[in-house]
């Protein structure tokens, strides 16, 4: 164990994949000269064909990351959330529909990094939180990972899964600090929450970079005499729902903490599931508090209005106890 | 011109088949069996057969909506194209895809996209793996006149020029997407011409002419192997039948005249190189009789293969969406 | 009024407000031809430049609707939802964020018209229903008519909008008939549900083609003593909340029924709202009908499974009064 | 060479004023009272105020997150410009957008955009417009050489070649993308030996030569203007700065030598085009220095009228999403 960044985690699984397995290789815009942090070092270790910079033509290699992956290879993808969409059609048409499309002819162990940067006064074109839409497109395993340790045992089952796995790394996080095994086959499964904390009274459900923001809630809140549970799903597809309902089972109330936009949200799924499976367990409204249904200001005036903070949070936990 | 015998009977008997097996499907659309849409490659034949006999074995494809006659050029199996045209469980993708999507990546086949260009990328990747492992495969990227004007083209192109990938970009210029004739949307005279863009080869190629086409491929193929490459092969061909069966009864502006349509089909691939090969003497009348009578049969037994096939189960509706499944709602 | 199919009252639409207004043009592909059935006779009628075949370039021609827009033509778009992937970022980075991001400066009045094919056999690539994905995005507004009269009068209203609306068509309704009105102003406004059946046991909101299902599933209850409301949303983004509230409020009971996939589909955020803002009316958990969370498999054994049918309606109705 | 001695001072003028607007943006960085991504066009003056003072003002502009020099060199005002980069309600979007989002709709600016290439569709639609409606107002659409690679500048390119829309496509090669090099990632020479796939004339221009640029772009718009389409013209240029403002920070590896940007720094376009006056006897040294001291001081009264500004308020958050606002969910 030792204490590293959630972004050197990230680097340490790429790293200890690439020496694991010689099919995997790593694709993206100026990734050699470690642009986004993460992949620095790489381009010094491995060979030149398995650390690629590529032209700005996303959908070109994101869909040659289908091609490669089709015929045996497993690529990484580095990339920002919001250049997806130029890549939209080969993750929906390529990506995700290939191999039911095909019968299951073919294995597509890809995983599409997508850093979500916002909250850093970086304007609307560069602030995009989209996994909800992925969600929508079956496929797609969607992961989040909230801690140095999951980020780092999240990729590695990312790489070597055979599916296509879209990893959404919150930049918000990439700074934080904690204790990462060192074990090469240090891996964390799909679709096991982490109840990060327990409690008794009310149950929030907290996705990548609002996780910090729920724990923080969850300390003042007990201050006041109230018992959060803190639940982190850490994989939206496939998502441990037996978790969340064993949780709310407990407490009869949920408030789902999302930064996409509110409207068809990963929280409204996860609020529409409890209302279905959950119903007769609640004892009070579901709560979800999510980013504004408006995109992201740049001005600092403005910005931090949109996306959840810690007393939205606890404002929503009080409304499910009034 | 070509003195290998076998191949140039070869690329008559790959012709008929897509032809027979295509004018099957139109049938099966017009009595109602063949359900959801078909579009039919007669016409164009020459075009897949001449490049994907280029190939080897171990080549990749990747192809298009327009799409039974790429599979069959690179050597799948008919029987298993045609369950899959009528949904069966036997079919190339269980059933799942139909007939806009055949694949068979057993022998190379990646896939045929129903959505316009989307494959090139898949084949610009199955080329870079190739290079990443130091094999010496091409990839053959099929795409018609009316998908060269997406974005993906581009971008394809330049990163298989960049980085020298072994892939074939074959345009079916047939001339219309859809209603609209490739004069109208493509600023150059030929799609050719682009190749200027990426600093490729760029040829465009008789594509009624099956040997005209196999020798162009064949060169981009050579190209590819040592290295040097991707190429761009438009073959300047024509189809037949409305795009897809049965538009006729929606599109009531007739784009194309009846007199285009004949003078094209005095242009018949099948008929140019049946005519060849007797010229050459490579075969005789009634060997060439005896041929087309074996591909019916053979597109004959198919069909009676896949209609004697079952029905892909109810329970296997979630099956295949992940190779390594994962709980989901099914509900 | 006259008994028209919903096809031709979508041409009746676009005609009248072309006629109406000469800054309101079409573009697509081989839309000239009518080749989707709905843009016949446009091209005789109108100058060539405001009935454009475009190359198959949606990014292009989507995006240049944008600019046409933003210097104050009115665009309307013929596409198939399935098209609209590659040129996702036109969508979302031009259409939906330009008025906002540029501080309200320009006005975008386009009508995108998605027609959504699937229960065709026409397979994964060509079977696509991303209205949820669109709902995720703020800045655009989302229409999906139900009726001949709704489509006429819902599309009107979107040509005169100043702002980027998505059209969705369900071509499994392009056959259905009935009476539309002939007044060239006949709008009908965004943001008004239908209660199209009134009843009294159980709320079924009911999205586009999944209308005329419901209703059947209505008849068909009614036989058992079963009393349902049907409640048609017509527009998703407004979504007329108040309609949905009001009617459970009286039932106490809902049934989603969206053809979207289930998850983060437009039902869960239609369950999800409910279960927070209607909570204390709720008797039965909120059942959603959707697709299944599988793409639409090109097999006619197959495919029926996937989509809402009468019988899973009526099913999920039986469920709410467990 | 132009005799407009008016016009040739304009065009220092307009350069000294980009400069200077974009070293305070980046001190205002450095003293961390700018937040958020500033891309200095600090070096690549030349490209953009040659383009736009071969426009009329009521023609448009589109371009990208290199963002402050193609709207003051369009005629944009610095107060609102510099109001924007620090957030406050005085700005062009309101404090909305920030520095890769300026725009000014009432002179034809139709915005910068942070996602590449994704404004070059909006360019060629304000061209179709323009002939929709039979006026003769042309585009020029700013976007760099990485930019270049992405799809929608082959669909946009083509759509308005086929179409013969009045668009100017003006390529910055500054000959890197963040840190990747174009003759790594482009497969011709030049970004512009592109226009051949369009059958548009694609002219090379020195970008740091203010005066050939306009040459080069002003003929470019009579050829719009006269109805005969859309034309490429690649300046090439350089920039002094990271690609943007503290990356250094991130990006360890030195990828361009400070040999080479030394080099560049003696071809810097305000220096030509000061030195060209001179000899020219279009200014003195004296009439030079007076116009950098009012350059100087617009940016000074610039920064002080912005930071005077308020922020906007926060009930302004969910405003000018719709320009016909509809009941939305806003909890
Ligand atoms: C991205 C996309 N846009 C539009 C379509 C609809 N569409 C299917 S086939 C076709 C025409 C294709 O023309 P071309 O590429 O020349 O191929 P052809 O049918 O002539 O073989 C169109 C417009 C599609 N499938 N994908
Ligand atoms: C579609 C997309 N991909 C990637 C990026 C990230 N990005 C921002 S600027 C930049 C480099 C742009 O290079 P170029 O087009 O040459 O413009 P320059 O910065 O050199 O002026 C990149 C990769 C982006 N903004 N949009
Ligand atoms: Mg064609
Ligand atoms: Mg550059």
Excluded at chain 1, 201 to 221: C, E, F, H, N, S
Excluded at chain 1, 256 to 279: L, N, R, W
């Amino acid at each position: 164990m030792a204490v590293i960044t959630f972004a050197d985690a990230l680097n340490q699984a790429i790293k200890e994949e690439m020496r694991r397995d010689k099919s995997v290789f790593i694709m993206g815009e100026s990734i050699r000269g470690g642009i986004y942090g993460v992949t620095g070092g790489l381009s010094q270790e491995f060979e030149a064909m398995r650390v690629l910079d590529t032209p700005l033509s996303e959908s070109a290699f994101m869909g040659a990351a289908v091609g490669a992956a089709a015929v045996g290879l497993r690529p990484i993808i580095s990339s920002l959330s919001s250049f997806y969409w130029v890549a939209m059609d080969q993750m929906v048409s390529q990506a995700a529909k290939m191999t039911y499309m095909f019968g299951g002819q073919v294995r597509l162990p890809i995983v599409y990094r997508a850093g979500m940067t916002y909250g850093n006064n970086i304007a609307a074109h560069h602030s995009d939180r989209p996994h909800p839409m992925f969600m929508n497109m079956p496929g797609l395993k969607i992961v989040m990972p909230t801690t140095p340790a999951d980020a780092k045992g999240l990729l590695k089952t990312a790489i070597r899964d055979d599916d296509p796995v879209i990893f959404f790394e919150d930049n918000t996080l990439m700074g934080a600090r904690g204790d990462v095994p060192e074990d090469m086959d240090f891996l964390i499964p799909f679709g096991v929450a982490d109840v990060k904390q327990a409690g008794t009274d009310v149950t929030v459900v907290a996705l990548g970079g609002m996780l910090p923001r729920a724990l923080a809630a969850a300390v003042q809140l007990k201050g006041e005499g109230i018992s959060v549970e803190v639940v982190d799903p850490r994989t939206l597809v496939p998502l441990d729902k037996q978790a969340i309902l064993d949780s709310v089972a407990k407490t009869g109330r949920l408030v789902v903490v999302d930064m996409a936009h509110k409207t068809c949200s990963a929280a409204s799924e996860i609020a529409a599931m409890v209302s279905q499976e959950g119903f007769w367990n609640l004892r009070a409204p579901i709560q979800r508090v999510a980013s504004l249904n408006v995109h992201f200001p740049f001005s600092p005036a403005l910005e931090k209005l949109v996306f959840p903070n810690e007393e939205k949070i606890i404002a929503a936990v009080k409304r499910t106890l009034e | 011109m070509i003195e290998d015998k076998e191949l140039m009977v070869e690329m008559l008997r790959r012709m008929l088949c897509i032809r027979y097996f295509d004018e099957q499907a139109v049938e099966l659309v017009q009595r109602g069996e063949l359900v959801g849409a078909v579009h039919a490659y007669i016409g164009e034949e020459a075009v897949a057969v001449g490049a994907c006999l280029a190939l080897r074995d171990n080549d990749y494809m990747t192809g298009n909506h327009r799409s039974h006659g790429h599979p069959i050029a690179k050597g799948g199996d008919v029987r298993r194209a045609m369950a899959e045209l009528l949904g069966k469980s036997t079919g190339y993708c269980k059933g799942k895809g139909g007939s806009m999507h055949l694949a068979d990546f057993s022998i190379g086949i990646l896939g045929e996209s129903g959505i316009l260009a989307s494959a090139l990328p898949v084949a610009v990747g199955a080329a870079l793996a190739t290079k990443i492992r130091g094999e010496k495969r091409v990839v053959a990227a099929f795409f018609g006149d009316g998908a060269s004007n997406e974005g993906t083209c581009h971008e394809t192109m330049n990163l298989a020029a960049i980085w020298k990938l072994p892939v074939i970009f074959v345009c079916e210029n047939n001339q219309y997407a859809v209603t609209t004739r490739f004069t109208e949307v493509v600023a150059t005279p030929n799609i050719c011409d682009r190749a200027a863009a990426y600093n490729i080869p760029g040829v465009l190629v008789d594509g009624q002419d099956v040997v005209a086409m196999y020798e162009a491929v064949s060169e981009a193929v050579e190209r590819a192997r040592l290295g040097l490459g991707p190429s761009l092969i438009e073959g300047r061909t024509y189809r037949y039948q409305d795009h897809s069966e049965g538009l006729r009864r929606i599109v009531r502006d007739p784009y194309r005249a009846e007199e285009e349509i004949a003078y094209w089909r005095t242009r018949d691939p099948i008929l140019l190189q049946r005519n060849r090969l007797m010229e050459m003497k490579m075969a005789s009348e009634a060997e060439i009789a005896l041929m087309e009578a074996a591909e019916r049969a053979r597109i004959a037994e198919a069909l009676q293969f896949a209609r004697q096939s079952p029905y892909p189960a109810p329970e296997e509706v979630f099956d295949d969406l992940f190779s390594n499944p994962i709980p989901i709602d099914r509900s």
